[in-house]
């Protein structure tokens, strides 16, 4: 389980971005404290979908220190967490979070790598954590399209996905917010740069000719712009020069 993630990593929600304004509007629900549905962001890889769901949990957390604060992160992908996955691990660390939030939040990246077992396991334990007094919710993302009944079926149990009252496709950005996107992101960074000489270097490394956008493939060159305007003032001091003696 991931304690905490990056902080540079962390994408305000005001700060990420969406296809859809339906789908914008449906997820801001999420931010309110009185909110405690469950949540299945699905759609293809790079569309943003954890970063949307750990933006929630910074917004009514306020932290990116997540055990303290009732929050518990898991990625599914991850084989090592994903050994630890059963009802125990669930009910552990619901004693815990419930120490420090009266709803725990569960993250649960690439929610599909789990076993047909461990849906079980999360399937009771979803009922459990929502009966009585306890209240929790559950965040989740996949990269399978539920709208394929075939790829639906075969990655996921029906009881466990009736347990997502709300279920949202992600989509991938159109290329005329590629600017903006990436304006965004250098701004996050605290770097400047130019419109022209910005979409210039866009233009090399983006296929603007597609119809979508893979925001991680802006990530990747906005990462890059951000190295090179960083390289002077963290290179080291220039070493003497040699002096023959
Ligand atoms: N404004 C933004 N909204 C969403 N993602 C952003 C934004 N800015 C940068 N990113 C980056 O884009 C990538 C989105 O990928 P990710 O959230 O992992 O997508 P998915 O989970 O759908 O595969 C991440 O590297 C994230 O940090
Ligand atoms: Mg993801």
């Known amino acids: 389980m991931t304690k905490q993630w990056e902080c540079d990593e962390q994408v305000l929600f005001d700060e990420c971005v969406f296809a859809d304004n339906y789908v914008e509007q449906e997820v801001r629900d999420f931010l309110s404290p009185d909110t405690t549905d469950n949540l299945l962001l699905w759609g293809l890889p790079g569309t943003g979908k954890s970063t949307v769901v750990k933006a929630i949990a910074f917004e009514r957390y306020g932290t990116t220190d997540l055990q303290e604060h009732g929050v518990t992160v898991f990625n ?8 630890r996955f059963n009802s125990k691990f669930l009910r552990n660390s619901l004693d815990f979070a419930c120490l420090h939030s009266d709803c725990p939040l569960y993250i649960i990246d690439e929610l599909d790598e789990l076993s047909d077992a461990q ?39 029906s009881a466990l996905l009736s347990r997502f009252n709300t279920k949202l496709e992600m989509r991938q950005q159109p290329p005329n917010r590629l600017l903006a996107l ?47 305007r ?12 040699l002096r023959l003696v």
């Open 76 to 83: 599914c992908k991850d084989k090592e967490q994903a050994k």
């Open 230 to 241: 960083k390289v002077p003032s963290e290179n080291p001091p220039p070493k003497p020069s």
């Open 119 to 157: 849906q079980r396991e999360l399937t009771a334990f979803i009922d459990f954590s929502n009966s009585g007094q306890l209240r929790s919710m559950v965040l989740a993302t996949t990269n399978v399209d539920l709208h394929d009944q075939t790829a639906r079926e075969k990655a996921f149990s």
């Open 182 to 228: 990436a304006q965004k992101m250098l701004h996050r960074a605290g770097v400047a740069y130019e419109d022209e000489a910005l979409l210039e270097v866009l233009n090399m490394h983006c296929d603007l000719t597609s119809k979508t956008l893979d925001i991680r493939t802006v990530q990747t060159v906005v990462n890059k712009l951000i190295r090179r």
